[in-house]
């Protein structure tokens, strides 16, 4: 009985490297359609074909006795894998960004952190090599990039448990810096140890104030055992790899265990399974993003202290019929009880319907600052 349940393992696993080939065989083709497309100006999505391709996947798995809504799902996570792929070389197409196939990129933390993953994911499709520097803080990230010394900085701006990270607000609105795309990464908290230890044996567990606050729950569960902030999650998995210590755990992703080489105890240890950090990658110049590309447009909006004079900003873009996805307030600096407004719009200020919409704005607030205009890839039914 054990022996035929490892022979069919060892399928498994032959089967799983075939799936992974024929993902990689499928997204080399995409990079040479891209490279077409590119020259030929057509555009990114063929809607057409990918409901032909989806019927066909529908038929496919019907007459492979595989669940068909299963084999749908798998595909469109497959398309708009690849249509994310032709939009970030679109845009650096458009804007002639690189002329190398190395980029250099600013996070706050060590190996392994989020912020790190999130860096990796945005570009590594795109550029042979990606190299990753990290920095105490963020204000340091940012002025990695305004000091040219990396290409883009990559900062968290929002959770969806813990809410906006108003420090990265803050630097966007004191800085120069734009806002030139966006990653989402889905936070998925572990325990990790230095060995596979009975959970009893953990005498002290350490991480970001953050994450402890995210696995309250899981925590609260554990008796005799001592939970303690630290820098952040990946430098706190990497404390329990340098101390050695059996008694050690941290909380942080299953990217920072891959790193250090550690054990998995737990996984997804928040009080909400659903929690994602939105990022944003700035940079010291903008980007032009072409009008079939679905948009985001940040903005720093200053408004008087009159009655009304919010209501009468976000007015202006109502009648525009725009979406906003996100707005927030931040104390103006240096100014008591005074406030400034982040929002985020759907739209491209090079169209000219939201060209209008921005400059009727700008008469309305008494300041107006555009953070940036990118590719949506968060809250966009196109985009994953």
């Known amino acids: 009985m054990a022996d035929k349940l490892d022979s069919i393992r060892k399928l498994l696993d032959q089967t799983d490297k075939k799936i992974v080939d024929a993902l990689a065989q499928r997204q080399r083709l995409v990079r040479e359609i891209s490279s077409l497309k590119l020259d030929e100006d057509r555009d990114i999505r063929d809607q057409e074909r990918e409901e032909q391709l989806l019927s066909k996947i529908n038929k496919l798995a019907r007459e492979a006795g595989l669940d068909r809504y299963f084999a749908e799902q798998l595909f469109k996570d497959i398309i708009h894998h690849s249509v994310r792929f032709q939009k970030h070389k679109l845009v650096d197409h458009e804007n002639a960004q690189r002329d190398t196939d190395l980029v250099e990129v600013a996070y706050q933390g060590t190996d392994g ?36 010394e990396v290409d883009y900085t990559i900062l ?35 325990l990790l140890a230095l ?22 729950n899981y925590l609260a569960k554990l ?7 630290y820098i952040d999650t990946a430098m706190s998995a990497k404390k329990v790899l340098e101390d ?49 590309i679905p948009c985001k447009t940040s903005l720093l909006m200053v408004t008087s202290h009159d009655k009304g004079a919010l209501i009468q900003c976000l007015n202006v873009i109502d009648d525009h019929d725009i979406r906003m996805t996100k707005l927030e307030s931040r104390p103006k600096p240096n100014e008591p009880w005074k406030y400034q407004f982040y929002l985020d719009i759907e739209g491209n200020i090079a169209n000219p319907d939201t060209q209008v919409a921005l400059e009727e704005l700008e ?22």
């Open 223 to 229: 008796h005799d055992c001592k939970v303690e902030s």
């Open 113 to 148: 952190a989020f912020s790190h993953q999130a860096a990796q994911r945005h570009f590594e499709e795109r550029y042979t090599e990606v190299h990753c520097f990290g920095y105490d803080t963020f204000r340091q990230a940012a002025q990695a990039v305004e000091e040219q």
């Open 363 to 384: 008469q309305e607030a008494s300041a107006l600052k555009v953070l940036g205009c990118y590719p949506a890839q968060v809250g966009n039914g196109d985009n994953e």
């Open 156 to 190: 968290p701006i929002e959770n969806t448990t813990a809410g906006s990270i108003n420090e990265t607000y803050d630097i966007l609105g004191d800085s120069k810096l734009h806002i030139v795309g966006e990653e989402a990464i889905r936070v998925i908290h572990c």
């Open 195 to 216: 060995e596979q230890v009975p959970l009893d044996r953990i005498r002290r567990i350490m991480s970001h104030p953050q994450a402890i606050a995210q696995c309250s």
């Open 244 to 292: 050695g210590d059996l008694s050690q755990a941290a909380i942080a992703g299953s990217y920072a265990a891959d790193i250090y080489d550690l054990e998995i105890l737990e996984r997804d240890l928040a009080n909400q399974s659903e929690n994602f950090t939105r990022f944003v990658v700035v940079s010291r110049n903008p980007v032009e993003v072409d009008l079939q």
